[in-house]
């Protein structure tokens, strides 16, 4: 969510930055679920990205939300540039691509619903502008001159440190789409577990997730496209990152790594200053050369840690972040597969033992191949396919324990939301083969027959 954070006042004490993150500490009863996807919009017509204004744009879908939905308006000066309503909110990643930022909720019944509610809503503004939205990891045509910048002051900035840092920091921002969940934990105990798991399974997230094998309007080599440009755009600031398999690792030791990600920006009475490439150490000590002689709040901190793009992070929860954007069923599947391995104690630990040797090459090894090869990735023996059916074996197995029924009780728990996921695997398929097949078999090599095929 790209939007200023609310953390807290002045941060007077190092410490006060691991108590922050800390303090999302919540007994498993007050767990929550919060699902985020994003997805591109374009004009029907001629089948180029929305515009932020006029009346086929970003700003005409915002207003009609506004107007016919109940959203409530943010605004960035005289831009608006969001909108929120019940604990989500709709805001605008750099190339245009709309994103929900969903509410923390207790089921994946309730979280499913939210996706399917906001896609009607979204859907039936973009009907009457003859726009349309579709979910894909990365644009299958687009190039970088075709993807208008959203007029939101954290993007002008990273913009032009993204050319200095990485080789696809721009591609990044104005051609990637992402769907991920937002989960809680109990402990520091507890957090340094899920995010070992976190770290170890997102290849097996990103090869049931893999629908990116377009860019530049032609196939690539890669299953997910988006998953190697993430791994391109900032050596700082990404990654899979091994010292959370270290002894000793915790809150604090997280802390030493955010506070040394190069900062990009602190907000200000409603604007952006320019802090790109600057220490947050420093601004710890009122050293900042943007701010000098001021000391950062925990909104500040909050913001900060919103600038770090590992595979998963940590903020008051745990993020998982390493699947491609995709069609509606893969929104409701993805918090389903997360939800399934780490809230039951059981299914956590089974996931835990699974992984737990894996050296850092295998587990980076096994990332890189699962964005190439998808389900068909091999590392050391670790044959993909084979690994996704044990971890969708303990996924299923933690969503049956937990017991969430839907509405009225006629759905008994949360396990059909993997069905997408088991198909997958019991076909060896993920969505970008099936993209491939029908580029080859069914669009005689025409992408402009995705957006048809594929929209929402």
């Known amino acids: 969510m790209s939007i200023p954070q609310s953390g807290g006042g002045p941060v007077e004490r190092y410490e006060q930055l691991a108590e922050y993150i800390e303090s999302g500490c919540k007994p498993q009863q007050d767990w929550r679920i919060g699902t985020e996807h994003e997805k591109f919009g374009y004009c029907k017509d001629t089948l180029k990205p929305l515009p932020y204004d006029g009346e086929q744009s970003i700003v005409a879908i915002l207003e009609g939300l506004r107007m016919r939905h109940g959203w409530q308006p943010l605004h960035e000066g005289d831009k608006l540039i969001g909108l929120q309503k019940d604990n989500a909110n709709i805001s605008l990643e750099p190339g245009g691509q709309l994103e929900l930022s969903g509410a923390p909720l207790e089921t994946i019944h309730e979280t499913c619903d939210e996706v399917n509610s906001h896609l009607d809503e979204v859907k039936d503004i973009a009907d009457q502008i003859n726009a349309g939205f579709i979910g894909l990891g990365a644009a299958p045509i687009w190039k970088h001159e075709d993807v208008p910048m959203m007029p939101k002051g954290r993007y002008k900035l990273m913009d032009a440190y993204m050319q200095k840092v990485g080789s696809m920091g721009r591609a990044m921002m104005r051609r990637t789409c992402t769907v991920q969940v937002n989960l809680d934990f109990s402990s520091e105990t507890d957090m340094v577990k899920k995010l070992r798991v976190a770290f170890s399974l997102q290849p097996v997230a990103t090869a049931l997730f893999a629908n990116s094998p377009f860019f530049e309007g032609r196939p690539i080599k890669y299953k997910s496209w988006r998953s190697h440009i993430w791994r391109h755009l900032d050596a700082d600031r990404t990654g899979m990152l091994s010292f959370i398999f270290e002894d000793g690792f915790g809150f604090e030791r997280w802390v030493d790594y955010a506070i040394n990600v190069p900062m990009y920006f602190v907000y200000r009475d409603g604007h952006y200053v320019d802090a790109l490439g600057q220490s947050f ?50 929104l409701c599947a993805l918090p389903a597969f997360w939800v399934g391995l780490i809230y039951n104690q059981t299914a956590l630990d089974a996931a835990y033992d699974l992984t737990k040797n894996w050296s850092q090459e295998t587990r980076e090894a096994l990332q890189k191949s699962a964005s190439i ?84």
Request: proline share 4%; glycine share 8%; with cysteine.
């Open 373 to 456: 090869h998808g389900l068909q990735a091999e590392i050391e023996g670790i044959k993909l396919l084979e690994l996704s059916h044990q971890v969708l074996e303990i996924a299923e197995f933690g969503l049956v324990a937990r017991g969430k029924t839907g509405v009225g009780g006629l759905v008994q728990d949360e396990t059909h939301f993997l069905n997408a996921l088991k198909e997958s695997v019991e076909t060896g398929k993920t969505p970008a083969d099936d993209l491939l097949h029908h580029y080859y078999c069914d669009w005689n090599e025409d992408l402009m027959s995705i957006y048809d095929a594929y929209s929402y």
């Open 281 to 330: 150490r420093d601004f710890m000590n009122k050293e900042l050369p943007a701010l000098p002689g001021q000391m950062p709040t925990l909104n500040d901190w909050a913001d900060h840690l919103t600038t770090i793009f590992p595979e998963a992070r940590i903020k008051k929860f745990i993020e998982m972040r390493g699947a491609d954007g995709g069609p509606w069923r893969r």
